[in-house]
């Protein structure tokens, strides 16, 4: 520019490059003065407001912004000043507009490095001081000149895409302007509105457990009273406006449905907002005495706000009543309306009446049940009771069938609008069906928790209702979830309705597994009472005879139906190729598992006869052959049973491949039923009784070397798996604290069978044995000693894990203290 400035004296192009020197000039005054609010922002935060930087850039930041506002004011008036007498779709107006659009932005984007700057000041400065409260009324200032702004944007964005063609390319430009902007303010309307219900819902979570007549309790009912008054306020604005505008629009037309529409909408917001508040006020009056002049207080504002809920019911009625007489008759707005009309005002006859009824009824039990349960007032209110719920589920039933009947006709569409309407309806519905139900089992659990004599008529009379009124629960359960399954069916796994479904369908569960573990432990303690009655009975009596049988039946079931479970994965698992991998090992270890059900289910019933040996019979009677014969044969079929897992085990061996997990595992089951080498139980037992003997004078110590020894061995390879397992893991981690405390107790198992080895040849006096038994207590109380020693280090001596290593050292050289 300064060469051709030099260059050109006059013409055309002179003036060119004069204008172009000119804006080169104003570009980099604008720069610095860019550079220069920036820089203000960014020190004046950077630094400490005692610093010498601070102070210098701190005072600079009004000016900056001021004088960059004015800059960008004189260019958007330029600029809009330009598109003056051109038409609105020409590429001139297009040009001008654009540039004028940008400099407005660069406004509000200056209003926004200050509600970055100042928010980021306020976190670093203490509240209450001066300093902060200044912070403060400049953010909230910046705030609301960041937010009219963006509402400027919108407004003029809106305005050209009235002016121009929809399918232009400048079209798509200032929609995205647009939405860009409506996105930002709804972000901050829905963040402050979140905030605002957050502090509401605090209040309300916090408000029942506060100590009444405090600062904060009355604190507290101050911001809900108001949270409430606000609400309802905004909810009655909204209700009354589209009541005034169904006598502007014409009855039955277009703008007077959409009308109605919105006026049934906001008042039943409004009406079951105000039902809401009246349950709150039944739930804090409940904290005071029913004298008290609180309570009192409480129940008057109650009752205001009922008469005042009942006004505007009957207003809405007869609100439906007039425009019922106003409609066209032949058409769709009169039908409808006048259905509706009948629905509410024959709904407290149909509904409501039979539940405010079964209330009554309910009150009146209520009060006669300190009475006993055989008297004549009390059976009355009862029965009375148990009528008027069934009447009420009967509705609800009714309701049920016709909503069925409506998401039939749609079912079509079964992702559409009616359809979800009707569902949710249905499923609804069920909910207040099951309130009833449970309400009325509660009852029943009352009544035989309470004043009534266990074993009586009328304790019989009412566990037989309690059982039947949870059966017909379990089958409200069954119904949903049939219900939820089906409609997840049909949703998408990522739409919004299938994880609000989805959250029914998991409380259902719930619920069901509830009432499955009541039932199933209900049956135990059915059980446990035959059990303990069993034994108190007489041998061979007619009791003793039935609890034998009812013993038989519930274990030969039980053991039928692990042994099925196993036959029937054994078959699945054969059929599941490859063999070794993936799906067969679920299907082989579900085998398995019930095989070893089926094997500890059979030992269950050996000691069960043992037991009835000892206690009903005596050696060489009639009755403990019997006895001994049955134990002899369940034995023998015990034995049999594991051979023959042994056996479908050798043949898994030689067909899974080697190299798969499956085969290891399948070599673990069969080292765990003794296939090649004694059990664990066989080693323990063998030794056990050898000790015994030599403890009673028959000497066998070759044989408890050779048993200790191999007992032993079961323990360290234990030790050696957890040990392997614990150097994988990070140092004092859940896994690591885990595994340490298996490998522990493995290694200390072989430590204390040696203490138990050498107090045995100590007191026959068996030198040798003492001594061997002496040098391998000590080789592994040293490994203990030296691998907790050795793990102290590296750790915070105050931790839970070196008190406890240092502890288990110094506890184990005290009560080892023989083998030193």
């Not at 920036?38 to 004088?67: C, E, F, G």
């Not at 209330?359 to 055989?374: D, H």
């Not at 909503?403 to 079509?412: G, L, V």
């Not at 034995?635 to 479908?648: A, E, G, T, W």
Request: proline share 1%; net charge positive.
């Amino acid at each position: 520019i300064k060469y051709w400035s030099a260059k050109i004296k006059k013409g055309k192009s002179a003036k060119t490059v004069k204008r172009q020197a000119k804006t080169r000039k104003r570009y980099k005054s604008y720069r610095s003065l860019w550079r220069e609010f920036y820089y203000s922002l960014y020190y004046t935060y950077r630094y400490s407001p005692k610093s010498s930087t601070y102070k210098k850039w701190q005072p600079k930041i009004d000016p900056s912004h001021k004088a960059l506002e004015a800059y960008y004011k004189k260019r958007s008036d330029y600029y809009i000043g330009k598109v003056k007498g051109h038409s609105k779709r020409s590429a001139y107006y297009k040009r001008y507009f654009r540039y004028y659009m940008y400099f407005e932005w660069y406004t509000v984007r200056l209003h926004w490095y200050r509600v970055w700057f100042y928010k980021k000041m306020l976190r670093r400065t203490r509240k209450g001081t001066s300093l902060y409260k200044t912070y403060k009324a400049e953010y909230s200032k910046s705030l609301k000149n960041k937010l009219a702004g963006l509402k400027h944007l919108q407004s003029l964005a809106s305005k050209r895409l009235k002016d121009i063609r929809k399918h232009s390319s400048e079209w798509n430009l200032w929609y995205r302007w647009w939405r860009w902007c409506k996105k930002r303010l709804s972000r901050y309307y829905g963040r402050s509105t979140t905030k605002y219900t957050r502090r509401a819902s605090y209040w309300f979570s916090r408000f029942n457990s506060l100590k009444i007549g405090s600062k904060r309790y009355k604190y507290a009912q101050k911001r809900i009273e108001w949270y409430y008054k606000h609400n309802l306020a905004r909810y009655s604005r909204y209700y009354k406006y589209w009541q005034a505008k169904l006598k502007v629009y014409r009855a039955g037309y277009y703008k007077w449905r959409k009308a109605f529409y919105y006026y049934r909408r906001w008042l039943r917001s409004w009406y079951h907002y105000k039902a809401w508040w009246m349950r709150f006020l039944i739930k804090w009056r409940r904290r005071f005495s029913s004298s008290s002049s609180d309570y009192k207080t409480i129940t008057g504002k109650y009752k205001a706000e009922r008469k005042e809920k009942m006004a505007v019911y009957k207003d809405y009625v007869s609100t439906l009543k007039y425009w019922v007489g106003k409609l066209p008759k032949n058409g769709r707005m009169y039908k409808y309306l006048v259905r509706y009309y009948k629905r509410y005002s024959g709904r407290r006859t149909k509904y409501r009446n039979p539940w405010l009824e079964l209330r009554k009824a309910e009150r009146k039990w209520w009060s006669l049940r300190r009475k006993p349960a055989s008297d004549s007032g009390r059976k009355a209110a009862w029965s009375d009771v148990r009528k008027k719920n069934r009447s009420v589920v009967a509705l609800y039933e009714k309701r049920e069938a016709y909503y069925k009947k409506k998401m039939t006709k749609y079912k079509r569409h079964s992702r559409g609008r009616h359809y979800r309407y009707w569902f949710r309806r249905m499923m609804y519905n069920k909910y207040y069906m099951w309130k009833m139900m449970y309400r009325l089992a509660w009852m029943y659990r009352w009544q035989l928790k309470h004043n009534v004599k266990r074993g009586s008529s009328e304790w019989a009379t009412l566990w037989k209702g309690y059982k039947d009124q949870w059966n017909s629960i379990f089958n409200l359960y069954r119904r949903f979830i049939v219900d939820l399954r089906s409609r997840l069916r049909q949703l998408s796994s990522r739409s919004k309705w299938y994880a609000y479904w989805y959250r029914w369908y998991r409380w259902t569960r719930y619920r069901i597994k509830y009432y499955y573990r009541w039932r199933s432990s209900w049956a135990r303690r059915r059980a446990t009472r035959w059990r303990h009655a069993f034994w108190k009975e007489k041998y061979g009596s007619r009791n003793y005879r039935r609890f034998s049988g009812k013993f038989w039946s519930f274990w030969y079931r039980i053991w039928k139906f692990y042994h099925a479970r196993y036959i029937r994965w054994n078959y699945i698992a054969y059929h599941r190729k490859p063999w070794g991998k993936g799906r067969w090992r679920y299907a082989f270890y579900r085998s398995m598992r019930y095989a070893g059900r089926a094997v500890r289910w059979l030992g269950w019933w050996i000691r069960f006869d043992r037991k009835r040996q000892r206690v009903f019979t005596k050696k060489g009677d009639r009755g403990h052959r019997a006895l001994e014969r049955e134990i002899t044969r369940f034995k023998k079929y015990r034995s049999y049973y594991i051979k023959y897992l042994v056996r479908r085990l050798t043949w898994w061996k030689s067909h899974v491949h080697s190299g798969t997990r499956g085969f290891r595992w399948v070599k673990r089951y069969l080292k765990h039923y003794g296939a090649g080498r004694e059990s664990w139980r066989t080693v323990y037992r063998t030794l056990r009784v050898a000790e015994h003997k030599t403890m009673r004078g028959k000497d066998d110590w070759a044989k408890i070397k050779e048993y200790r020894g191999k007992l032993v061995k079961f323990y360290d390879e234990r030790a050696k798996k957890w040990e392997a397992f614990v150097g994988k893991q990070k140092k004092a981690s859940k896994r690591y604290i885990y595994g340490y405390r298996r490998m522990f107790w493995w290694h200390y198992y072989g430590l204390r069978e040696y203490r138990r080895g050498y107090r045995i040849a100590k007191y026959k006096k068996k030198s040798s044995m003492e001594k061997h038994a002496k040098t391998e207590g000590k080789k592994r109380l040293d490994w203990l000693v030296n691998r907790m020693t050795a793990d102290q280090k590296g750790l915070y001596k105050r931790s839970w894990l070196y008190r406890a290593l240092k502890g288990t050292v110094y506890w184990l050289k005290r009560h080892y203290a023989y083998l030193k």
